[in-house]
């Protein structure tokens, strides 16, 4: 699970950094930073719920 974010993070660095070159960089960094927000929320929402059908799946059993 971590590594995947560390993967995001690198890819991220890579796009701000290509996105300073860029003429039309304002543009490109609101879409960078907004699909980057979207992922790690995405990721957040999965690992909560992974968590929470583990602990179901606990309670289930007794």
């Known amino acids: 699970m971590l590594h995947i ?3 995001i993070n690198a890819i991220f660095v ?5 996105v ?14 907004g699909g980057y927000a979207f992922i790690l929320l995405v990721f957040a929402m999965f690992a909560f719920y992974k968590n ?3 602990a179901q799946s606990k309670n289930e059993k007794g």
């Open 14 to 18: 890579v796009c701000l950094s290509l």
């Open 20 to 33: 300073t070159v860029s003429d039309n960089a304002q543009f490109w960094l609101k879409c960078i930073i």
């Open 52 to 54: 929470r059908r583990k």
């Open 5 to 7: 974010i560390q993967f």
